[in-house]
């Protein structure tokens, strides 16, 4: 399989962040189906994913995740972080909501998340979000908050999780 070059840049936060990205050329039929996504924002929002999977550490699976958000007029990434024990192992898209959380942007208005180690062949079960990550999205995005799944489709938090768990707030 041969690699293309991708250099990515994007002013995000402070200031600028050039993450170069070695992709397998199955990403070409990835790049053809974001363009079919319409929107540039939705496209940046696919390419940073998977710079950021680049990122990943993640010695024990093999399997780089990649994740962008786009919130409060912010951009925020994340990848996966895998830990010898595996319950604390976080993943790519916990850890760009948490990112823009911890920024003061608490409602998400579009996720985007690259699994860069998928084959295309590979099933879009093997593409989507876990439980964990089902329910942070639950919590963090709007009901209209758009979620991309690289090289699967675009979802709705309803499609990904439609019986959310839920405490009652007493006030």
């Given amino acids: 399989m041969t690699a293309s070059k991708t250099a990515f840049r994007r002013t995000w936060g402070q200031g600028e962040r050039l993450v170069s990205v070695d992709v397998p050329s199955t990403v070409e039929v990835a790049d053809h189906w974001c363009g079919v996504l319409g929107d540039p924002l939705f496209k940046d929002l696919v390419f940073a994913a998977r710079a950021t999977a680049k990122l990943s550490y993640s010695p024990y699976s093999k399997f780089r995740v990649g994740a962008s958000v786009s919130a409060g007029h912010k951009l925020y ?43 295309s062949a590979d099933p879009p079960n093997q593409k989507m979000p876990c439980g964990a990550c089902r329910q942070v999205i639950e919590e963090f995005l709007f009901d209209e908050s758009l979620i991309i799944i690289d090289n699967v489709g675009k979802f709705r938090k309803q499609d990904l999780l439609p019986s959310p768990f839920a405490l009652k707030v007493n006030r």
């Fill in 77 to 119: 990434t994340g990848c996966n972080i895998e830990n010898a024990s595996y319950g604390l192992t976080m993943c790519a898209e916990r850890v760009a909501i948490f990112a823009a959380v911890a920024d003061g942007n608490q409602k998400i208005n579009v996720l985007a998340i690259s699994c860069i180690d998928a084959d």
